[in-house]
């Protein structure tokens, strides 16, 4: 007996929708719909998205901090084949922080990694602190970054590709950053581009004690050269010797957080006074208020040891975020859509059908 092919569409979406509900914390084991309306923001001059060049460098009047609204440690957990990573955003504690949806400070031992896997309707940022990553997609990018470069690849209405350590004996180390895209380009065509250590400026101050590399963003009047996500977010490495002390400011309207990597730092409530603020150890998120023009950091006059952090700020998109997994749509049908679109090799995903990478391969092999 031949059936319509409507009834068959319908088994694989009920079969895939169970099989994406089962709980896993793997990227591509799909976790439950998570739905956030990101809150307006009333004083955001909206700007306009359709290029890479387009930057909100607003830093009139800096003069009212931010407070601290809440820190807490990120935990160690599994994730991809065999890496573990702590994750700081994209977990119960914190959801999403638009236009943030995931911070994942990754260890990949050698013979693991992240083998091929989709994404649609986000931007991924990797930045690598220790050893080599090499990554592949089916769009034909390939390339290998090494410690203080960095990966940018937006995944718009659908790629694969795969993450894989360089095969040593050498644990690899670094931070993957998931960017929200605006809702009209979500179904841009995908992308791909390195930035490398020697291209990011290095603002200095306070005789040495405070150096911020700028990788996108401002900071003690250095501007980064690239504008490398459509999304506006500034990301700078900041490492502070004893005795010194930032004060950064940020763009009005703009959400932010820092994760904290080495040392102790104390983040105070104010540019001025330094006797009061809350003291961070390793391996924190740290997230500010949204109201404020600054964040003002430092490091006890006789601390053993600087201290190292990382201070990620974005524009807020007005818009619902739902995500299963790596797809990060606007509502639920969409979503489903993407699930289809993915195990049909349609709709963004044609090239994925018979697509297989070399770097892939690699898992289980040290050399």
């Not at 031992?109 to 220790?130: M, S």
């Not at 405070?210 to 490495?237: M, N, Q, R």
Request: glycine share 8%; proline share 6%.
């Amino acid at each position: 007996m031949r059936y319509p092919v409507s009834i068959f569409i319908c088994i694989i979406t009920v079969l895939l929708i169970a099989y994406y509900n089962r709980e896993n914390t793997n990227n591509l084991a799909l976790k439950n719909i998570i739905l956030q309306k990101a809150r307006p923001i009333s004083n955001l001059i909206k700007q306009s998205q359709t290029n890479t060049t387009t930057r909100n460098l607003s830093t009139t009047n800096m003069t009212t901090p931010r407070a601290i609204k809440f820190s807490f440690l990120a935990r160690e957990q599994s994730e991809g084949a065999g890496a573990v990573v702590r994750r700081s955003v994209g977990t119960p504690r914190l959801r999403h922080l638009t236009p943030f949806l995931m911070l994942d400070h990754f260890r990949i031992p050698p013979g693991a990694g992240f083998p091929d896997h989709p994404h649609r309707g986000q931007e991924t940022i990797t930045y690598l602190l220790k050893g080599g990553v090499d990554h592949e997609d089916f769009a034909g990018n390939k390339g290998t970054i090494g410690p203080g470069d960095l990966q940018f690849m937006t995944a718009g209405k659908g790629i694969m590709h795969a993450e894989m350590p360089v095969q040593t004996e050498d644990i690899n180390v670094g931070m993957q950053l998931w960017v929200d895209l605006p809702e009209n380009l979500k179904a841009c065509e995908p992308r791909y581009r390195d930035l490398r250590a020697d291209e990011i400026p290095i603002a200095k101050t306070d005789d040495g004690k405070v150096e911020v590399k700028v990788i996108s963003g401002k900071s003690l009047g250095v501007e980064s050269l690239k504008d490398l996500a459509y999304t506006p977010v500034w990301l700078l490495d900041v490492t502070l010797q004893p005795g010194g002390k930032l004060v950064q400011e940020l763009p009005q309207g703009w959400n932010a957080f820092a994760y904290t990597l080495e040392g102790a730092v104390t983040f105070t409530d104010g540019a001025k006074d330094t006797a009061s603020g809350e003291t961070i150890t390793p391996y924190h998120n740290v997230v500010f208020e949204q109201a404020g023009d600054l964040v003002s950091a430092h490091v006890e006059e006789g601390a053993s040891d600087p201290a190292r952090f990382i201070i990620f700020a974005g524009q807020p998109l007005d818009q619902n975020i739902v995500q299963y997994g790596p797809f990060v749509t606007t509502s639920k049908e969409a979503v489903y859509q993407a699930m289809m679109d993915f195990q049909t090799s349609s709709n963004g995903f044609e090239r994925g059908a018979d697509w297989q990478s070399e770097i892939g391969k690699t898992m289980g092999r040290v050399r």
